[in-house]
Every structure is written in C-alpha cells, then in structure tokens.
C-alpha cells in the first residue's frame, strides 16, 4: 500500500489492517498514550473545498503522532494561479513525508500518485471518500461487532459517499442497496463491480433498499460545487430522507450514520439525527483514529 486513491486499490487484508490499527490507536489514545509513530515527518494538507472534520482530524493526527501538519489552501498555493499538478507534486515531494489532498477532480489525485514519489492521501474528491468510509467501517464493527454479512442502506445521491462506501462495505464482507433517484445513481463502473459480487443493490425504492438494513446512511443532496443545483436537487431528493417511517424497514436496533455536515429535514429529519447523535459523533471522531492509522501505514 503506497497511497491511498481510492478504497478499490486496497485488498480486503489491507483494509482490516487499517481498521484493527485504528481500533489500537483509539485504545491508546483512550488510555492517554500517544506513541511518535510519525516523529519528525511532515504531512501536507491541500484543500480546494472547505472542511470541518478532515482538517482538524488529520492536522490533530499527524500532531499526536509526533509529526506536523501544514494546511495548504489552494487559494494561497500556486496551484490556486494554475501551476500545473505534476510540477507541484515534484516540488513537494522534496520537502513534505506524505501529501492529504481534497479538491474535485480524481485525475488530480492520481496525478500526484503518478509524478510525486510521496504517499498522497484522497481526502474526498467529487468521486471517492475513503477515509470518511474507514472511519464508518470501524464505527459500525465497533457499535455492532463483525461486518461480514451485515447490511448498509445509502439513502439519497449516488455521489463521492455512496461510491466509497459501495466499495468499501463490499470489500469488508458487507452487503449494500442503495436508494436514490434513476438520474442521480452512483458510479457505473463501481457498480457494476459491485453487482458482480451478488451484494448490490440499486433502487428507486426506499423500503425495498432498507429492508432489514444494519445501518442507515444518508449524506446532503447538494455537495460541494454543486451549490448551483441545490434547487433543482431540492425537488429531485424530495422524500430521499432517513426519516421515523424508513427507520421502521431497518432492523430494529438500525444505526443511523452521516458523514456531516447534516441538513436537517432535507436528507435527514432532526429527530431521527438527534436520536442517533451518539453514534453519528462516535463516527465523527473515529476519522481521527482512522486516519491516524492511514498515515502510520503509508508514512511510518
Ligand atoms: N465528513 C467530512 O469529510 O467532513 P468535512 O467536510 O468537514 O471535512
Ligand atoms: N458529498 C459531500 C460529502 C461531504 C463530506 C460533499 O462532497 O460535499
């Protein structure tokens, strides 16, 4: 494991080992030991969209792992005037142990795998989210115990967050339906993959996709550079929700998890967020863990 592009590039051994190392890491840290897996190495974080979470957890990550982090807005590097990827990452590799990036594209992404020679670290494009997945993953075997076999329903668009979590859930034994509307459906590629494994499914119908379902996902109808569409997408989601009714399909003792940031009564009602508030924050926090792991992987 060189970078971490996208959850398709891990084998299923890989991503346990993720997830068992974060699990030791947030043990640790509950104890108050922190280990300088990462002493000395400096982590570069790039953002071309804002972030809440990814941010303060990878900046927090790399610090409690003995290392620094510095946060580079695309705004302030040349990279916001144009200087083009491959030069970029050439340069940083000189200077930086490892590279966090989010922006919109996946090819820029790439990019810097193939012309940097540091681990480069996908912090959400508009394709793929995999250290949100991580977190999720380690947040459901914690809630719930073993994965394999166990359920996930993705209620809403069939955006970076469905397509991660498609992946990564089938990678980790799990079985996914998703339920969005026909015009908004996830990668086609990732699902046809996923069909072949015989635990995909992909609906326009809520109770269908939610039927028994282990856990309950949604994520905003609108992400980031799709402001412009929030009207129309507003009308084209109207009832995609985790609301009382849907939780009705789920197994009884369903989890209710988002990725945050939330809008309430759009793809979530306040009382279905607020009853799972422990859960969903768990889950917020365990990025921290997660990523932590990712980088003692790619970087120690
Ligand atoms: N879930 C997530 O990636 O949050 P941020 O956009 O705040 O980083
Ligand atoms: N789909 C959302 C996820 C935010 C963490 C977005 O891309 O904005």
Not at 120 to 140: R, S
Request: aromatic share 6%; net charge negative.
């Amino acid at each position: 494991m060189k970078h971490l592009l996208k959850l398709s590039d891990l084998t299923k051994e890989e991503l346990y080992s993720i997830l068992d190392l974060a699990d030791e890491l947030k043990a640790e840290r509950k104890a108050g030991i922190k280990k300088p897996y990462l002493a000395g190495k400096t982590l570069g974080m790039i953002f071309r969209k804002s972030s809440t979470r990814t941010r303060v957890s990878f900046e927090v990550g790399i610090h409690e792992l003995g290392g620094k982090g510095l946060f580079l807005s695309s705004n302030d590097l040349q990279i916001g005037r144009g200087e083009e990827t491959a030069d970029t990452i050439r340069v940083l590799s000189r200077y930086l142990d490892g590279i966090m990036i989010r922006t919109f594209d996946q090819k820029e992404v790439e990019d810097m795998a193939e012309f940097g020679s540091i681990p480069i670290i996908n912090g959400l494009t508009d394709y793929a989210h995999p250290c949100q997945v991580l977190a999720d993953l380690q947040t459901i075997r914690e809630l719930r115990g073993d994965l394999e076999g166990k359920k996930l329903c993705f209620i809403g668009d069939g955006n970076n967050m469905a397509n991660s979590l498609i992946v990564g859930c089938i990678l980790a034994g799990m079985k996914v339906a998703i339920a969005c509307p026909a015009d908004y459906k996830p990668d086609a590629e990732i699902m046809k993959w996923a069909e072949a494994t015989g635990r995909f499914l992909c609906t326009e119908s809520i109770p269908e996709a939610a039927a028994d379902a282990d856990a309950l996902y949604t994520d905003v109808w609108a992400s980031m550079g799709q402001e412009g569409e929030a009207a129309i997408r507003r009308k084209a989601f109207e009832g995609y929700q985790i609301n009382s009714t849907v939780m009705t399909y789920a197994k009884p003792d369903a989890l209710v998890l988002h990725c945050l940031p939330a809008h309430r009564e759009e793809e979530i009602t306040a009382e279905v967020f607020e009853a799972h508030a422990a859960e969903i924050f768990e889950e917020a926090e365990n990025r921290l863990h997660a990523q932590k792991a990712v980088m003692v992987k790619l970087m120690a």
